[in-house]
């Protein structure tokens, strides 16, 4: 279970990332975000995201159109 | 925070102001922003525009020769010849708001919002000020004023340069 839970279904590119981005500032160092979303290219984005900015996607997965992605705030 | 000091960097010259072509800037800014990327906005000729404090956004199909609208279930073309009706402009604009409020999309005006939270670097083009008769007051606050030089500087020292 992650600590802080971000509802960004209907949202379309680039608002996943951006509402991501503002949650994870809010969390401590080494807190979890969980972020669910029915954008498809928010699979590729939160995967660069964290690539970039050494965020570590920790999870990921569907269940019928909405997607999952745990993140931690490592960086 | 790390995520801070990713140290690279991004400029971006914005040249146009409708409706359509506000969003790649506000997108690619907001994004490189959340990344952690230190980005600067150019605002020059038509892109002035989009830094006014009241923003009135429009499209139209004049220019936009591949333009499409999605409509019942197919898409209507409209040609550019359209844009010669009374309203029709009109109509494409609030066609394309629709569909933006639909899908989810977030209005220019809370990008922009969303880019001055992020300390998204925004210089206005001196040059258009005077061309085009506008006031600073015009302008929403936190803008500098400059000129290429000003943005010829900042982009010698970034990774990512674009021209929108």
Redesign the interface.
Known sequence: MADVTLDAKGLNCPLPILRAKKALKDLPTGGTLEIQATDPGAVKDFEAFCRTTGNELMESHQEGNVYFFTIKHTA | ???EQ?AKSMSIIVTKGTLDWAYPPF?LA??AA???LDVTMFFTFYGLGLLKKDMNLKVTTLGNSAMEMPMMGGHMAMPNIMAALPGAPALTTAMMKNLIKK????SVEELRE?AIE?DVNMIACQMTLDLFEYKREDLIDGVAIGGAASWVEIATKSEINLYI
């Open positions: 925070m790390a995520d990713n997108i907001t994004t959340a990344m952690g899908k989810g999309i977030a969303m992020s």
